[in-house]
């Protein structure tokens, strides 16, 4: 056996010695093609992206989601009082959102937005528009205006300037343990995106 394994080496060595190297990559690609190909093929890229516009609606299988605007802040107010001070060399980014829970179950809203292209040093919460009340779960059946809060540095974003926001599609699933339930689950491939112009708080 070992002087066969000798003879398929010393055949390899001939075979890349008679090639040139930019040839070699080639070889390689083939050779994990085929391999792919016995596991039933090389996955299709999809991103999946949806986009939507301001003020329009998106299902993301839990929530339906209006996302209307997006605000600087020095500081945040709400309800007669300060809700997030004014910070040195830093601002709040706001991003403002109806939403609505279409499921049967309670709904977290932490990870609702996806702020994309701009440097958070902080999630700030996510807050009622009407009282400045914090919400960090939204009942079945239930709509809210609600602000998306995120710390930001001076230099991360300016008033003016374009921000994308994705809202990831999810499916109620059940969690692969003896005593779990079912859960919202973030899709891997498939969201909402839509962009928003930066406004400076008055």
Known sequence: MDGGQGGLRARAR????ERPVRQWWKAALAATLAV????GG??????GATPFRAGEKFSDGQYTVVVNGARLLREV?????????????????????????DGTVPGWLRNELDLRDVSADD???????????????????????VVFLWVV???????????TVRVWKKTFTQLMVAYGGREWIDSNTDYGVTELVVEESA
């Open 42 to 47: 090389l996955d299709t890229v999809n991103t």
């Open 153 to 163: 540095r001076d230099d991360a974003v300016t008033a003016g300037d374009t921000i």
């Open 14 to 17: 001939h075979w890349l010695a």
């Open 77 to 101: 107010r709400g309800g007669g009082r300060t809700i997030g001070p004014a910070r040195p060399g830093q601002r709040y980014l706001g991003v403002v959102a109806t939403v609505s829970n």
């Open 123 to 145: 999630f700030f919460g996510t807050w009622r528009f009407r009282d400045g009340s914090q919400i960090g779960t939204l009942g079945p059946g239930l709509t809210e205006k």
């Open 36 to 39: 792919a190909a016995l596991f």
